[in-house]
């Protein structure tokens, strides 16, 4: 079941240590959007715009990936002035190693931030890059997704529960 397991799982996209991940030598970044920087299908608000701009003076590339459609991906990655690649095929290598060959980086120096483990989780780990699980921002979602979020419940506990074991 590993490969479910996030790298790490924060509360929020806005309390990674961003300063401490580019001292640790990552240079790249990939987020997924809905739940993970905004609610779903909202604008850039000033929190995300601030967040890019600090990465951006750190030194880090960003991209967007999401398996959303262009318009909704465009205009967030304008908004904050980064790159994207929509309808990216989330869990699928194929995507994320497309978003490093962008952002010039590798497996080694780059971490994914997502809000999902069978779509953004399963995809960073099985390119073999750092994934960071956040909370979701809103609890209230699409249909298909509060199935997800069902049965991410256990995988998360299993998660906690081997970590506590770790840290003995």
């Not at 099985?126 to 995988?155: C, M, N, W, Y």
């Amino acid at each position: 079941m590993s490969f479910l397991y996030p790298g790490e799982y924060i509360d929020s996209t806005y309390s990674i240590d961003f300063d401490k991940l580019y001292k640790e030598g990552y240079r790249g970044v990939i987020f997924d959007i809905d739940n993970t920087l905004v609610t779903h299908g909202s604008p850039a608000d000033e929190r995300a715009i601030a967040l890019f701009k600090h990465l951006k003076e750190l030194g880090f590339s960003c991209l967007v990936l999401s398996n959303n459609k262009e318009p909704r991906v465009k205009s967030f990655a304008k908004q904050v002035g980064i790159k994207y690649i929509y309808k990216a095929g989330k869990p699928k290598p194929s995507g994320y190693r497309a978003a490093m060959e962008r952002l010039g980086t590798d497996t080694k120096n780059t971490l994914f931030v997502g809000d999902q483990i069978f779509t953004d989780i399963i995809g960073a780990n099985l390119t073999g890059i750092r994934s960071i699980l956040v909370a979701p921002i809103d609890p209230h979602e699409e249909i298909q997704i509060v199935l997800k979020r069902f049965i991410e419940k256990p995988v998360i506990a299993c998660y906690k529960r081997h970590l506590k074991k770790v840290n003995k």
